[in-house]
């Protein structure tokens, strides 16, 4: 389990599991799982439900996996859950740098290999991250990604954004299509 700090001060929680033969002197590839939207956490007192065994086949394969919760997640209070109301992405992606810096800090982490992947929220974090800083991650698989929340299921969007008319800027600042010119690196689309 690791603990870092967001900008903020907000302890983050989050996990990373590596290779069981582990040699500190060879620098892996790592990717970095995340969600990071509301309704969900990833990171709890508690085993991977059976969905996460792919967790186990990367490490086999010789990758590192990362995976934080942060601000936006559930089951962590109000104040935590509604840091990212009216902007969905902007402070998540913050958090999920702090990530990037702990990982790169760690001298088995071959920082030039850095992907990233996430579904639904997670792909939408996973895009936004391939889009507005592009020289972080090498590639990225987003499934099922919000490109743009305008075009998103109205519940859901209301609640967490508002609408375009009350909310022009936030949903001008999270939509993506405008930034998909900033991509560098191999991003594939599910």
Do not use: C
């Not at 870092?4 to 590596?18: E, N, Q, R, S």
């Not at 109205?154 to 008319?165: F, G, S």
């Not at 299509?177 to 560098?184: A, G, Q, R, T």
């Amino acid at each position: 389990q690791v603990t870092l700090k967001a900008d903020d001060g907000t302890p983050l929680y989050g996990k990373l599991i590596t290779p069981k033969n582990l040699d500190v002197n060879k620098q892996y590839p790592v990717i970095v799982y995340l969600y990071n939207g509301p309704h969900l956490q990833l990171i709890n007192d508690g085993y991977p439900a059976s969905g996460n065994l792919w967790y186990d086949y990367m490490t086999d394969k010789g990758y590192i996996v990362f995976t934080m919760d942060g601000r936006g997640s559930s089951n962590r209070g109000f104040k935590f859950e509604s840091a990212t109301h009216g902007e969905l992405g902007q402070v998540e992606m913050k958090d999920q740098l702090v990530g990037v810096d702990y990982l790169k800090s760690l001298p088995y982490v071959d920082a030039n290999r850095l992907g990233v992947h996430g579904w639904s929220f997670g792909g939408f974090m996973t895009t936004s991250l391939m889009t507005q800083y592009p020289d972080v991650f090498k590639a990225g698989v987003a499934g099922g990604p919000v490109i743009e929340w305008d075009m998103y299921e109205i519940m859901y969007t209301e609640r967490y954004m508002e609408n375009p008319t009350t909310n022009k800027a936030g949903f001008e600042k999270t939509g993506l299509v405008d930034k998909v010119k900033n991509l560098k690196g191999r991003l594939l689309m599910i």
